[in-house]
T-cell receptor
Framework: AQSVTQLDSHVSVSEGTPVLLRCNYS??????LFWYVQHPNKGLQLLLK??????LVKGINGFEAEFKKSETSFHLTKPSAHMSDAAEYFC??????????????FGQGTILTVHP | SAVISQKPSRDICQRGTSLTIQCQVD?????MFWYRQQPGQSLTLIAT?????????ESGFVIDKFPISRPNLTFSTLTVSNMSPEDSSIYLC??????????????FGPGTRLTVT
């Protein structure tokens, strides 16, 4: 069984300030973890993924996330927010690869608002 | 990366009718998935559709309500049957594509926004 909890439903930051979106997971298996972003009326886009290699994962658009097994966390960060980062972000867990990821379990989403 | 298209992109339907959503991928993939995103909610997996076998449904979803076809490695359909307003959602198709040895990516289609009146 696997589950994901995104600790904040809404996060608001000012442009140029750091972004932190928090995610905790639960999994009976060694997990693969992902962050997806969904801009309004757009499809889902993969930001980054962790698949049992380096624990600090760098993604697109300056985002990165750190896998912390002891804390069962996979928080998403960005040093400096941009207006274009405003979107909804989903933390996702799946059974670790090998042959495939298979079923994805999504968190409830965090809406990021960026103020000028 | 796999490119996925869905038809229709949106529709408004009357209760009691059915709608079939098509998902087309530009490459052959083994695993395809159908998700639902209800208004203001996260994504929930409806079923896994692998070519050559019956779709596997998640808890709370049944074949009579959401029949799925997977006739080949690039195409799938999801039908939402006997619709009610509670079926108003975005329905998304996703695929798993192998990008290298033991390396996989999941890609999502743009979604079909369904409103049932």
């Amino acid at each position: 069984a696997q589950s994901v909890t995104q600790l904040d439903s809404h996060v608001s930051v000012s442009e140029g300030t750091p972004v932190l979106l928090r995610c905790n997971y639960s999994s009976s298996y060694s997990p693969s973890l992902f962050w997806y972003v969904q801009h309004p009326n757009k499809g889902l886009q993969l930001l980054l993924k962790y698949t049992s290699a380096a624990t600090l994962v760098k993604g697109i658009n300056g985002f990165e996330a750190e896998f912390k097994k002891s804390e069962t966390s996979f928080h998403l960060t960005k040093p400096s927010a941009h207006m274009s980062d405003a979107a909804e972000y989903f933390c996702v867990v799946s059974r670790a690869g090998g042959t495939s990821y298979g079923k994805l379990t999504f968190g409830q989403g965090t809406i990021l608002t960026v103020h000028p | 990366s796999a490119v996925i298209s869905q038809k229709p992109s949106r529709d408004i339907c009357q209760r009691g009718t059915s709608l079939t959503i098509q998902c087309q991928v530009d490459s052959q993939v083994t695993m395809m998935f159908w998700y639902r995103q209800q208004p203001g909610q996260s994504l929930t997996l409806i079923a896994t559709a692998n070519q050559g076998s019956e779709a596997t449904y998640e808890s709370g979803f049944v074949i009579d309500k959401f029949p799925i076809s997977r006739p080949n490695l690039t195409f799938s359909t999801l039908t939402v049957s006997n619709m009610s307003p509670e079926d108003s959602s975005i329905y998304l198709c996703s695929v798993e594509d192998q990008t290298g040895p033991l390396a996989y990516e999941q890609y999502f289609g743009p979604g079909t926004r369904l409103t049932v009146t």
